[in-house]
């Protein structure tokens, strides 16, 4: 019998895991795979959470503990975490036999975590598997790293043809680059939610009449600096008055985060009607998204997820500028004024049916059935590696 093709999944924060859980016990339950997790980044820090936990629960063979995030969140601190990464990956994965080096590595999005990853696969010759390449985020170096990681990928599995498109254009193989939609959405068919009450409980508080959830990262690429922006994000919040119930999710680890937890623990201390978690978890977290009135902030979930639930989100800033929007979503600038007026637009939208541009929820399957039919035609995995530049503008076509 055919050894199963192991795949080894790099994960670095809760956001990344909600993202691929499905994926992985897709690929998990077939026997033609072994799938182990490669943890890293902030999953392995008491400060944002020690969510690695939340692996080991979903019953995932944690293969490597790759520590990455130092004391500083300043630039030169995130590069210094990025060679950590490429350091840690390199010594795990240079080694033969179990626990060594996979067959397939699997990377998600744009973290500095992943880009790391993806260095060392790529030197190794080590096939990566990339999901949501293609993807625009103008406000943030995200970019970069993602389109970086792109070029390294042997295998595309993209949110929606606007991005594949996009790698088409960017030189990758058309019959490399698969659209499978987001596989965040698989949660709506397969996480069963908390209701109203539940919700409070699993949280420790009392929801207001009107409620919003609240996601505000560092913005790397702006002029102004991602304290500034969160003033005046607080500025508004504030505003909105004691019968606004405001649920936070605490920020990342890039550039500034840890001066964003700062101002936002030092609001909610001040403010009854605000709470402030490191991580809701996943069920918690789409049970909010079914309950609360608005989602605010720059995270990419009021993107992908929040249309699903027809809940409006007001995107502040230039963070995720690019992105495909449903019309659920409320574009506005970091100011205070801006950011009310947003809101008062969402509350007067309402939840509503909305078109989810980014898929139907059903992405876990459609990345095994890809995977599966190179394994079941004998594929030469190793061989994925290589690949030539694409002059053409899209599925072959020259233009």
Same mark, same amino acid.
């Given at each position: 019998?055919?050894?199963?093709v192991r795949?080894?999944?790099?994960?670095?924060?809760?956001?990344?895991f909600?993202?691929?859980?499905?994926?992985?016990?897709?690929?998990?339950?077939?026997?033609r795979?072994?799938v182990?997790?490669a943890v890293?980044?902030m999953?392995?820090?008491?400060e944002?959470?020690?969510?690695?936990?939340?692996?080991?629960?979903a019953g995932?063979?944690?293969?490597?503990?790759?520590?990455?995030?130092?004391?500083?969140?300043?630039?030169?601190?995130?590069a210094?975490? #990025?060679?950590?990464?490429? $350091?840690?990956f390199a010594?795990r994965?240079?080694?033969?036999?179990?626990?060594?080096?996979?067959?397939?590595?699997?990377?998600?999005?744009?973290?500095f975590?992943?880009?790391?990853?993806?260095?060392?696969?790529?030197?190794?010759?080590?096939p990566?598997?990339h999901?949501f390449?293609g993807?625009?985020?103008?406000?943030?170096?995200d970019?970069?790293l993602?389109?970086g990681?792109?070029?390294m990928?042997?295998?595309h599995?993209?949110?929606?043809?606007?991005?594949?498109? %996009?790698?088409?254009r #960017?030189g990758?193989?058309?019959? %490399?680059?698969?659209?499978v939609?987001s596989p965040?959405?698989?949660?709506?068919h397969?996480?069963?939610?908390?209701?109203?009450?539940?919700?409070?409980?699993a949280l420790?508080?009392a929801?207001?009449?009107r409620?919003?959830?609240?996601?505000f990262h560092?913005?790397t690429?702006?002029l102004?600096s991602?304290?500034?922006?969160?003033?005046?994000? &607080?500025?508004? &919040?504030?505003?909105?008055?004691?019968d606004?119930g $405001?649920i936070?999710t605490?920020?990342?680890?890039?550039t500034?985060?840890?001066?964003?937890?700062?101002?936002?623990?030092?609001?909610?201390?001040?403010?009854?009607?605000?709470?402030? %978690?490191?991580s809701?978890?996943?069920?918690?977290?789409?049970?909010?998204?079914?309950?609360?009135?608005?989602?605010?902030?720059?995270?990419?979930?009021?993107?992908?997820?929040?249309?699903?639930f027809?809940?409006?989100t007001?995107?502040?800033?230039?963070?995720?500028?690019?992105?495909l929007?449903a019309?659920?979503?409320?574009d506005?600038?970091?100011?205070?004024?801006?950011?009310?007026?947003a809101?008062a637009q969402?509350?007067?939208r309402?939840r509503?049916?909305?078109?989810?541009?980014y898929g /139907?929820?059903?992405s876990?399957?459609?990345? %095994?059935?890809v995977?599966?039919?190179?394994?079941?035609?004998g594929?030469?995995?190793?061989?994925?590696v290589?690949?030539g530049?694409? /002059?053409?503008?899209r599925d072959?076509?020259?233009?």
């Amino acid at each position: 019998m055919t050894a199963p093709v192991r795949i080894c999944a790099v994960t670095g924060s809760r956001a990344d895991f909600g993202l691929y859980r499905w994926v992985l016990h897709e690929l998990n339950e077939d026997s033609r795979f072994a799938v182990e997790v490669a943890v890293t980044g902030m999953h392995l820090s008491p400060e944002f959470g020690l969510t690695v936990r939340d692996v080991e629960a979903a019953g995932l063979p944690v293969s490597a503990r790759v520590e990455t995030l130092l004391s500083s969140d300043t630039g030169v601190g995130v590069a210094k975490a #990025m060679a950590l990464g490429v $350091l840690g990956f390199a010594e795990r994965w240079g080694q033969a036999g179990e626990g060594g080096r996979p067959d397939l590595v699997m990377v998600l999005g744009d973290r500095f975590e992943m880009f790391a990853a993806a260095q060392t696969a790529f030197i190794l010759r080590i096939p990566i598997v990339h999901l949501f390449g293609g993807d625009v985020t103008e406000g943030a170096f995200d970019d970069g790293l993602r389109h970086g990681i792109s070029k390294m990928a042997a295998l595309h599995f993209t949110s929606n043809e606007v991005a594949r498109a %996009r790698l088409i254009r #960017m030189g990758e193989p058309p019959e %490399r680059v698969f659209t499978v939609g987001s596989p965040g959405l698989d949660h709506l068919h397969r996480t069963e939610r908390l209701d109203r009450a539940g919700l409070e409980a699993a949280l420790g508080f009392a929801l207001k009449p009107r409620n919003v959830l609240v996601t505000f990262h560092p913005v790397t690429l702006d002029l102004t600096s991602s304290a500034q922006q969160m003033d005046e994000v &607080l500025s508004a &919040l504030d505003g909105l008055g004691p019968d606004v119930g $405001l649920i936070f999710t605490l920020p990342n680890a890039d550039t500034e985060g840890r001066a964003l937890i700062a101002r936002i623990e030092g609001f909610v201390a001040a403010h009854p009607n605000a709470i402030a %978690r490191t991580s809701l978890g996943t069920r918690n977290y789409l049970s909010a998204l079914a309950i609360v009135d608005v989602v605010a902030g720059n995270s990419s979930s009021g993107l992908y997820e929040a249309p699903s639930f027809g809940t409006p989100t007001v995107n502040i800033g230039d963070r995720q500028t690019g992105r495909l929007k449903a019309e659920s979503v409320i574009d506005c600038p970091a100011e205070r004024g801006a950011v009310t007026a947003a809101i008062a637009q969402a509350f007067a939208r309402g939840r509503r049916p909305t078109v989810n541009p980014y898929g /139907d929820g059903h992405s876990a399957q459609r990345i %095994r059935d890809v995977l599966a039919d190179l394994v079941d035609h004998g594929t030469n995995l190793s061989a994925l590696v290589g690949k030539g530049f694409h /002059d053409g503008v899209r599925d072959g076509r020259q233009g």
